[in-house]
C-alpha cells in the first residue's frame, strides 16, 4: 500500500529536520542560536505550505497566467490599477455606500479574496478577516476653494493612483468624498474607485457596476471550480488554445472578417485538411502579424515619451454632445471612433505645439485595449482582452486629412490578429520571473507612448444610492516607461475625455485636455463648409 503525504506534512517534516540539524551542530550551549533557527525553520515551513499548497491547487483558486501577469507587473512609475470617478448628485452618504457595497459588490467573490504569491505564480485565497470598512473609505481632498473643488478632486485621483494597495487583503477600495461641489455650483459626493488589473479588465468591471446601480442585476451564479492540481496541460489549454477558440470566434466573427470561421480549424484537424487554402490565409496572416508586432518602429521622440517619475496627474473636461459627434462622422462618412481619435491626435499635436515642439512629420504609437470575450461573460471577471496598437497621425494639422487617416488605419486593424498575439503573450509572461517577464514586456513600453479606451457607456445617465452619477470616468493603467493615458466615454448623451499622466513627462494634463473642445470644434466648421450635394 502506498502511502500518501500531503505537501503541508512535506514541508513540516523538512523544516524540523533542518531544525535538528542546526541544533544538533551548535550544541546545547547555543541556545539562542537554536531559537534563531527554528524561528527561520518555521518560516520556511510557511513559505514551503504555501508554495507546495499553491503549485498542486490544494487551496484557494489559482490564478490565471495573464492575471497574474498584471498582478506582477506593478512599478515604481506605474501601479496596475484602474481608477475611476463618479461625480454624484445629490450625495451619498458613507453608511449607505457600505450597505450597497455589501449588498452587490461582495457577491463577486473574487472582492472578498485576497491574493497569496508563490515561487510558481499566485492563488485567489479568501480572507478570513475582511472588513468592509478598510475597502469603503472616507476621503477628504486637499485645501482648496469652492472654485477649485475639481482640481482638488482631479489632484487627490492622480495621489491615489501612485497609492499602492496593500497586499495583505482584497485588491480594492472605494474612497468616498462626501461634500463635493462640482464646476455647475450643484452639491454631491464624488467617489474615486481603485481596482487592481488582476481582478478583471475593464469591460469586465463594466458588467460589475452595472450590478451596483440602483435596479441593477446580480452576477449569475457560478458553481464554484473543483479543486485540481493542474499541470502544463492546463495552461497550455486555458492559455493558447480557448483564447483562439471559444471567445475569440465569437469576438472576431462579430466583426465580421471571416477570421472566425478559420479559427475553427484549430479544434478539428480534419476539416482543417480540407480547407488548406483558409488555414494557410490565416497562417500567413499570424504570422504577418507577429512580425508586425515584433518589428514595431520606435515612437516619434516627443516630450511625452522618456523614464517616468513617481507622481501622476489627472484631467478632464465637460461632456461633448454625442449627438454633434454622430453628425460629423454621418458627414464625413467616419465612424464616432474615428471622429474621437481624430481630435485626439489633433489635440495632442497642438500640445506639442503650444510647448514650442514641431510634431510635422511625427506619429506616436497607442495600445488599445480589445476586448476578447462575449459580454454575457464578463461577469466571470479576469483579464480576457488583448491590445492593439494604433499610431496617431498628430503632425497632420488639417482635420479632414487626419480623421481620414484615422479612419484608413481603423480599417486596416480590422482582421488582425495583434490583439490575440499580445493575450498570448501576456499568458507566457505569466510563467515567467518577474525580471523576464519585465523584459519581454518592456517591447511594447519602449514602442509606445500611450495607452487608450474607448469604452461606449450607458446611453441614460444611471442612478446609484437614489443619486445620478452626473460624471463617469475612469482610466485604466500604464505599464513600463508608457506614461500617458487617454480615456474616452460615452455616457449619458455625451462624450467625456480623461487624461492621466506622468508628472516628470507632462505636467500639466489639463492643457492637453483643453484641446480637444477645440480640435472637435474645429473638425465641425470645416465639415459645415464642405460642399452639400443636392
Known amino acids: 500500500m502506498v502511502t500518501r503525504i500531503s505537501a503541508p506534512d512535506v514541508a513540516?517534516?523538512?523544516?524540523?529536520?533542518?531544525?535538528?540539524?542546526?541544533?544538533?551542530?551548535v550544541g546545547p550551549a547555543a541556545e539562542r542560536a537554536g531559537q534563531t533557527a527554528r524561528?527561520?525553520?518555521?518560516?520556511?515551513?510557511k513559505n514551503a505550505t504555501r508554495a507546495a499548497s499553491g503549485m498542486l491547487g490544494m487551496s484557494g483558486e489559482r490564478m490565471t497566467k495573464v492575471d497574474t501577469a498584471w498582478l506582477r507587473m506593478d512599478s515604481d512609475s506605474n501601479l496596475m490599477m484602474i481608477v475611476g470617478v463618479w461625480v454624484l448628485q445629490p450625495g451619498v452618504d458613507y453608511d449607505t455606500l457600505c450597505a450597497r457595497v455589501e449588498e452587490r459588490l461582495l457577491k463577486y467573490h473574487r472582492f472578498r479574496q485576497r491574493v497569496v504569491e508563490d515561487a510558481a505564480g499566485a492563488t485567489w485565497v479568501t480572507d478570513t478577516r475582511f472588513d468592509i470598512h478598510h475597502h469603503v473609505v472616507r476621503d477628504k481632498l486637499p485645501q482648496h476653494t469652492r472654485a477649485d473643488a475639481q482640481a482638488a478632486l482631479q489632484q487627490r485621483v492622480g495621489e491615489l493612483a501612485m497609492q499602492p494597495l496593500d497586499r495583505q487583503r482584497p485588491l480594492w477600495q472605494f474612497h468616498l468624498v462626501e461634500d463635493y461641489t462640482g464646476p455647475d455650483g450643484k452639491k454631491g459626493s464624488a467617489m474615486i474607485v481603485r481596482i487592481h488589473h488582476c481582478i478583471a479588465d475593464g469591460i469586465a468591471l463594466i458588467s460589475v457596476t452595472m450590478s451596483l446601480v440602483d435596479g441593477g442585476l446580480p452576477p449569475p451564479e457560478r458553481r464554484e471550480k473543483a479543486d485540481h492540481a493542474g499541470g502544463a496541460e492546463d495552461w497550455i489549454a486555458d492559455t493558447l488554445v480557448k483564447p483562439f477558440t471559444?471567445?475569440?470566434v465569437k469576438a472576431l466573427g462579430a466583426a465580421g472578417t471571416?477570421?472566425?470561421?478559420?479559427l475553427h480549424l484549430l479544434t478539428d484537424p480534419q476539416k482543417g485538411?480540407?480547407?488548406?487554402?483558409?488555414?494557410?490565409?490565416?497562417?500567413y496572416q499570424v504570422v504577418s502579424d507577429l512580425a508586425a508586432l515584433a518589428l514595431m518602429p520606435d515612437d516619434?521622440?516627443?516630450?511625452?515619451?522618456?523614464?517616468?517619475?513617481?507622481?501622476?496627474?489627472?484631467?478632464?473636461?465637460q461632456p461633448i454632445p454625442l449627438a454633434e459627434v454622430k453628425a460629423v462622422g454621418k458627414a464625413l462618412n467616419c465612424s464616432i471612433n474615428d471622429v474621437l481619435l481624430s481630435c485626439v491626435a489633433g489635440a495632442i499635436g497642438e500640445y506639442l505645439r503650444a510647448h514650442d515642439d514641431d510634431p510635422a512629420g511625427q506619429e506616436i504609437r497607442a495600445m488599445v485595449p480589445v476586448n476578447l470575450r462575449p459580454i454575457e461573460q464578463a461577469y466571470k471577471l479576469g483579464n480576457r482582452f488583448g491590445l492593439a496598437p494604433l499610431v496617431l497621425p498628430i503632425g497632420l494639422a488639417n482635420p479632414i486629412e487626419r480623421v481620414y487617416e484615422v479612419r484608413r488605419r481603423m480599417q486596416e486593424m480590422k482582421g488582425s490578429?495583434?490583439?490575440?498575439?499580445a493575450f498570448s503573450l501576456l499568458a507566457v509572461a505569466g510563467l515567467l520571473i518577474k525580471p523576464a517577464q519585465d523584459a519581454m514586456l518592456n517591447l511594447f513600453g519602449k514602442k509606445t507612448t500611450a495607452v487608450m479606451t474607448n469604452v461606449p457607456g450607458p446611453r441614460e445617465k444611471i442612478k446609484f444610492c437614489g443619486s445620478t452619477v452626473e460624471q463617469n470616468l475612469f482610466w485604466v493603467p500604464q505599464s513600463g516607461d508608457v506614461g500617458l493615458g487617454v480615456s474616452i466615454l460615452s455616457y449619458g448623451g455625451g462624450v467625456q475625455f480623461g487624461v492621466i499622466t506622468d508628472s516628470t513627462l507632462c505636467p500639466d494634463p489639463q492643457a492637453i485636455i483643453d484641446e480637444f473642445e477645440p480640435e472637435f470644434a474645429r473638425l465641425s466648421m470645416v465639415t459645415l463648409m464642405l460642399p452639400w450635394g443636392d
Open 258 to 262: 471571416g477570421a472566425a470561421s478559420a
Open 246 to 248: 471559444d471567445m475569440t
Open 300 to 317: 516619434s521622440k516627443t516630450r511625452l515619451k522618456g523614464k517616468p517619475g513617481t507622481q501622476k496627474r489627472v484631467a478632464w473636461c
Open 417 to 421: 490578429y495583434q490583439p490575440l498575439l
Open 273 to 283: 485538411m480540407t480547407g488548406s487554402i483558409d488555414t494557410a490565409k490565416l497562417v
Open 39 to 45: 524561528k527561520a525553520a518555521r518560516v520556511v515551513q
Open 12 to 25: 513540516r517534516r523538512a523544516s524540523r529536520k533542518v531544525a535538528g540539524q542546526v541544533a544538533a551542530t
